[in-house]
């Protein structure tokens, strides 16, 4: 399996001033390469590729020693490699008819990553292997950088990346032939039913509550939004109200996947068989505001929704459930949803009147009442086998 691990840096003052020099001059390679290929194509028609790119490179180092010469070459092929992924995504969009999303110049705040594409060649992790207590990756132009280890490495280390969240700076490893840990049977089987008022609800009745994060951090992340709003741009003080929120917004972030991590965990050593709904959060969290000519209903109730929606993670914790059962050896089985929260689990009478409230599941045909949520994770079970069943006799 291909798994990725992240640390915390521990980097010196000089190295912090460092590795923003890097972050800084891999933005400006990659914007100068966007430029390059739309002044190309506007004015003489010509499309330019990775490769061409790729080959001035090096006039690019040696024209400047002491900017772009200083940091890897690796990592900065990585970094055009990003710039041609993102316009083969642009024209995968424009084919398939969506909202082609041209590719854009990354600002200070929009470019974040830099990645080096094979351990060793200007990057090498777990540089110091004698030192008794730390561990360190050597980044070219950087130094040894100490490296909060907090848990062991397993697999073989393929790509290095280091990543910017705010004031912290963390590195990425990307791990290949990382070896499963497959957890003894339990002979049970569940559905689980993703919802706002409670995160998971379980065919049997259990249910993990929502913590709602971004709610609960609403009233500070409003103050300090108010006062981000008050500052000058490009003013220090705006600067630093900028890094205030973006804490703010890291903290939800880290408490949200906390939470997806323990919830996915429970599950995964409790059940050998999940099924679980194929959402399509995309669509469900879309506006409802329309336009001019035909302007949306009920835009306030659907916006609020929709972040209730976003604050639960739904997308997150789906994602980390397929890793953490993949390692397990767990089966997971993906459900239409249509019509789960609608339909008796007793007699199977599908009609809109049955669910009376959010909670509240009473059948219009046979009379059954039951949690709406536990109803509708019983019928995703029931789907969940029966494709597990159809696909085992195919």
Known sequence: MRRSFKFLLRPTARQVAALAACLEDHQQLYNAALEHRRAAYAKAG???????????????????????????????????????????????????????????????????????????????????????????????????????????????????????????????????????????????????????????????????????????????????????????????????????????????????????????????????????????ITNMTRSASGTVEQPGRKVAQKSGLNRSILDAGWGVFLTILSHKAESAGRELIAVNPANTSRTCARCGHCAKDNRLTQAEFACTACGHTAHADVNAAINILRAGLALRQAAQAA
């Open 46 to 280: 010509v499309s330019i590729r990775y490769g061409d790119q790729s080959a001035e490179l090096k006039h690019i180092r040696g024209d400047d020693p002491d900017g772009q010469g200083r940091w890897s070459f690796s990592s900065q092929q990585a970094t055009l490699r990003r710039l041609d992924k993102a316009f083969a995504a642009f024209f995968e969009r424009v084919k398939s008819g969506r909202t082609p999303g041209f590719p854009r110049f990354k600002g200070r705040g929009r470019f974040d990553t830099v990645e080096w594409p094979k351990d060793g060649d200007g990057c090498r992790w777990d540089s110091q292997p004698q030192h008794p207590t730390a561990t360190w990756v050597r980044l070219q132009g950087v130094g040894h950088v100490r490296v909060h280890r907090h848990r062991r490495v397993s697999g073989t280390v393929k790509t290095i990346s280091v990543k910017r969240e705010g004031s912290r700076w963390f590195v990425v490893l990307s791990c290949a032939d990382v070896p499963a840990g497959p957890l003894p049977a339990t002979g049970a089987v569940a559905g689980i039913d993703l919802g706002v008022a409670s995160l998971v609800t379980t065919s049997d009745g259990g249910q993990v509550a929502n913590p709602q994060h971004l709610a609960a951090t609403a009233d500070r992340l409003g103050d300090v939004q108010r006062d981000l709003a008050r500052k000058q741009r490009g003013s220090k003080r705006r600067r630093k109200a900028v890094a205030r929120v973006t804490a703010l917004h890291a903290k939800v972030c880290r408490q949200r996947l906390d939470g997806a991590h323990k919830a996915a965990l429970a599950l995964v050593r409790t059940y050998d068989v999940i099924a679980y709904e194929d959402l399509r």
